[in-house]
């Protein structure tokens, strides 16, 4: 497995990989459509891929900026010190720590863009959940607003100590 930052070259095939991850799934509520209200929730530079042969096989972004405010709101933080990870992996490619690799990528990279706190949200239910909470990040929120949205979601935090 090959890792590394994606690029705008690799818009289309991160594309692919978000929308086949997304219609894979069984259960739908698990992971977001990659373009919400028309505008794709990740930048492409701030992105890890993993790769098989030149296949995008995983990637995971780290999100910043005041598209996190609400998040960085509900944990009682300014946004300029959160950023918010997210990953997914083929399903052909799972069960591989490929997902424990890039995520564990995506904080590190939080913490070196200066940030002191790193979150996600996931479905009660999701996988991802093990590996969050291998990296030391702890349920921040059970807050009735993430609770009620169309998908269901916990908050979770991590504390950088820098
Ligand atoms: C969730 C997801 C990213 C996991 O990817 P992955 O590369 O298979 O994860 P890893 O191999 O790093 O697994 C980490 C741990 O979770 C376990 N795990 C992963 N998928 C599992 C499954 N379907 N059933 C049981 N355990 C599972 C692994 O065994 C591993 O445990 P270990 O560290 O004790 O060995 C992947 O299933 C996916 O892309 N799902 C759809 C998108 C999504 O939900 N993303 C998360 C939103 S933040």
Known sequence: MDYRFLTEHDKKSAFQLHNFV?????????????????????DIKDTYGAFVENDLVGMA???????????AEMLGLSWEELGEVFVCVHPNNRKNHVATDLLTMAVEYTQSNKKKYACATTHPEN????????LGFYRASDSEFLARQKYPRILWQKDFEN
């Open 127 to 134: 996988h991802s959940i093990k590996i969050l909470e291998k």
């Open 61 to 71: 972004a780290m999100m910043h900026g005041e598209d996190i405010m609400t998040y």
């Open 22 to 42: 997304h219609k894979t799934l069984k259960n739908p509520e698990l992971f977001l459509p990659l373009i919400e209200n028309n505008k794709w929730y990740f």
